[in-house]
């Protein structure tokens, strides 16, 4: 038990370091308000990422900036090839994909803990996402640690609500994990809470063994992952996974937004407007019977 409240307290410490930094690079992006409309001559691809509006990667091109997407041809993971990378602002989060449903699916660092490694990185058990406007959902993504004897805490910090919760992994052998099932034993995992925007996850692990020489934890959207005994070695060198944010427009209600004609955002006819699910601000549906990009003027067509 000491141990754990050990760790509980080496985590405020780290945060109180790492809120520096959210602190940071959210002050680097300072929101542009605009008003532009989406015009014929914006880049929509940046990779094999396709970008609709109201996301955008140059000026004009997006409804404001935290839809702004960064195309960029010379990012190291894809160097080989050469393939643009996309990345969420002025950010290292990934873009994976965009849905006009309200989902966008971008790809975060696993924590580790690996007490036996030559080259052991204490800071490696602390990873961090910063994303200020959007909120992670808390429907499709499941935190989750991987290990035996291991502990995960994911930690929610914001001026107006903080939150920590977690799991514990406990096991001594392979035996009675099962792959595909992520049953307490080896793997554990635990619901996100809502309205969370920035989150420090962090990981113990204790009594290494050569079978389970690590521990790991991470948000994961629940059904891109499948937990494996391969993955007790090194999670398959995988470094990254997928989480899916819920991205919403401003903070505002429906009824709050279309009081400003020229700052609503559903600009389509025959389209309506929803409220978040997971905290404030608004998305833009076709109506029923039409489809296309709400968030255009005559984005919403009959079929
Ligand atoms: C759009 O941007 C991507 C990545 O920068 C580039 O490869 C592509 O050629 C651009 N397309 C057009 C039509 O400019
Ligand atoms: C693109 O990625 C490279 C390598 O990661 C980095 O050095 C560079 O600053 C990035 N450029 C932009 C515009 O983000
Ligand atoms: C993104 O998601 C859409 C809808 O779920 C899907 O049709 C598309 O193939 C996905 N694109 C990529 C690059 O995964
Ligand atoms: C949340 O934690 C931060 C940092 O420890 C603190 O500054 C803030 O006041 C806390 N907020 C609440 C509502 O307790
Ligand atoms: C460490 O694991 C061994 C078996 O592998 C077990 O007997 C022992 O109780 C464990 N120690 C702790 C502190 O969990
Ligand atoms: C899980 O799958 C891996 C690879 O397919 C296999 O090596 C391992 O023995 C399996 N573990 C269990 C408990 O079935
Ligand atoms: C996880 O397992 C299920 C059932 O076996 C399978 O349908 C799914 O594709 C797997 N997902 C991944 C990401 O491997
Ligand atoms: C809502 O957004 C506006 C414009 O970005 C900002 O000035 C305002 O402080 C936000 N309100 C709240 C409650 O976050
Ligand atoms: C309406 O929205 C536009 C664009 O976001 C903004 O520039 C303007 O200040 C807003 N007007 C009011 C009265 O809030
Ligand atoms: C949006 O939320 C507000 C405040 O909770 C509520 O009054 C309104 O009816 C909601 N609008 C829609 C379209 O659901
Ligand atoms: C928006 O419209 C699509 C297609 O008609 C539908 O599948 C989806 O459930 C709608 N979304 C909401 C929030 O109603």
Known sequence: MSSLLEIVLLQQQTVK???????????????????EVSNSSCNRTCGSLEIPYPFGTSEGCYLDSSFLITCNSSSSSNSETSTPTPFLRVGNIEVLNISLDG???????????????????????YTSLGLREFPISYTKNVFT??????LGLIGSFASDKNSTT??????????GMVNGSCSGIGCCQTPIPNEIKDFIVSVKHSNVSEFNPCGFAFVV???AYNF???DLQNMQDKEVVPLVLDWVVGNQTCEDAKKNTTGYACKAANSECYN???GPGYRCNCSLGYHGNPYLSGGCQGT
């Open 17 to 35: 370091l790492l809120l520096g930094i959210l602190v940071i690079s959210v002050a680097i992006f300072v929101a542009t308000a605009a008003t």
């Open 145 to 150: 640690t991987v290990g035996c004897d291991t």
């Open 103 to 125: 989902e966008l699916r971008v790809s975060t660092y696993i924590a580790r803990d690996c007490p036996q490694e030559s080259n052991y990185n204490f800071n490696n058990r």
């Open 228 to 230: 494996s005994t391969l």
């Open 166 to 175: 977690g799991c514990v992994s406990a096991c001594d052998s392979i035996d």
């Open 276 to 278: 978040s699910t997971n």
């Open 221 to 223: 959207e629940e059904k």
